[in-house]
C-alpha cells in the first residue's frame, strides 16, 4: 500500500512525501517499508505498476514516480508530478522546465506514460 502525503493551498496541491507498506498475509499486519529493493514504482490516478527498474533503461529504484491526479492546475507555478525516492525520501530532480510547461499545457492532464514492456511468450 502507498500512502501520499500531500500540502494543499487554494491554486495548487503538492506531494510532501510517500510511504510505503507490505501486508504479511499470514498475520494480517501491514509493515512499513523503507526501500522498494530494486524497485521502481509508477503510481498514477487510475492505475499503478511496479517494475525491476535494472530491467527498464533510464528509471531508479527504490524510487515512486507519480504525477497529479487532478483535473484542474491552478494558476500556481507547481506542478505536482516527479519522483520520489524512499531511501533517503528525497524528490531527485528529473524533469525539466520545458516537460513541466508541455503538461501545464496539456488539458486534460495525462493519467501516466508506463515504460513498454516486453515479455518473451
Same mark, same amino acid.
Given at each position: ?22 501486508? #504479511? ?17 509508477? *503510481?498514477? &490516478?487510475? /492505475? ?7 530491467k527498464v533503461s533510464g528509471f ?6 507519480? #504525477? ?17 525516492? *524512499?531511501? &533517503?525520501? /528525497?524528490?531527485?530532480k528529473t524533469y525539466t522546465n ?24
Amino acid at each position: 500500500m502507498v500512502q501520499r502525503y500531500m500540502e494543499y493551498s487554494e491554486d495548487k496541491r503538492v506531494t510532501k512525501k510517500f510511504r510505503v507498506f507490505e501486508l #504479511n498475509f499470514q498475520t494480517g499486519e501491514w509493515t512499513e517499508k523503507n526501500t522498494l529493493g530494486g524497485v521502481a514504482l509508477f *503510481v498514477g &490516478d487510475n /492505475s499503478s505498476i511496479c517494475v525491476l527498474a535494472s530491467k527498464v533503461s533510464g528509471f531508479q529504484s527504490n524510487c515512486i514516480y507519480f #504525477n497529479h491526479d487532478c483535473d484542474y492546475v491552478g494558476g500556481g507555478d507547481e506542478y505536482d508530478f516527479g519522483v520520489y525516492n *524512499v531511501e &533517503d525520501q /528525497s524528490f531527485p530532480k528529473t524533469y525539466t522546465n520545458r516537460v513541466k510547461k508541455i503538461l501545464q499545457m496539456s488539458y486534460p492532464q495525462p493519467i501516466w506514460v508506463k515504460p513498454t514492456l516486453s515479455f518473451p511468450l
